[in-house]
């Protein structure tokens, strides 16, 4: 599997004007490139004299999803929770986080017990989908705008971003 080059690197940490796509925290420079479909990375253990092990890549499952149109530009910390997660399956994970901070961490309790906590049942919405629904959300009013001002120039439609194929095929 060939690496990204700079270009794309630069083109996918743009994608979000240099925020994670995820938790939306601004990327810093040890971003990830993340596989929205995940591809399943194969490593061997071996020795070459020195003390311990080194690894080396040996395969990939998958490996037809190491597109530039399946990356997201990720914080450390999403891309490695989400490992090969679908979108779906990690929002699910996510949601989970909070039954197993409840079970394991008494701290966690303490807080909640007295008022410093609360739950919710809200659904985890990543940030390029809060994107998404505000350039819909824009696009509206922009509409009503026009139908309202017939006389008003109509400006050119944004530029289609991956978001908006990845939504249209249903991958999102």
């Known amino acids: 599997m060939k690496r990204l080059t700079k270009a794309q690197r630069a083109e996918l940490y743009g994608m979000f004007d240099g925020c994670c796509a995820y938790c939306g925290e601004d990327l810093g420079t040890r971003w990830h490139a993340d596989h929205v479909k995940a591809v399943r990375r194969r490593h061997e253990l071996y020795r070459d004299g020195s003390p311990g092990y080194k690894t080396r890549l040996v395969g990939a499952d ?3 999803n190491h597109t530039i149109e399946n990356f997201m530009p990720a ?10 997660y679908s979108i779906e399956q990690w929002r699910d994970v996510l949601a989970g986080y909070v039954g197993a901070l409840d079970r394991n961490a008494p701290t966690y309790r303490m807080a909640k017990k007295h008022g410093l906590i609360v739950e919710t049942d809200i659904r985890v919405e990543f940030h390029f989908e809060k994107l998404a629904v505000a350039r819909e959300q824009d696009s509206l009013r922009a509409q009503e705008r026009r139908a309202r001002n017939p006389h008003l120039k109509t400006p050119p439609p944004p530029p289609r971003t991956e978001l908006d194929s990845w939504r249209q095929r249903g991958d999102v």
């Open 62 to 64: 998958k490996p037809e």
């Open 75 to 84: 914080c450390a910390p999403c891309n490695l929770s989400k490992a090969t």
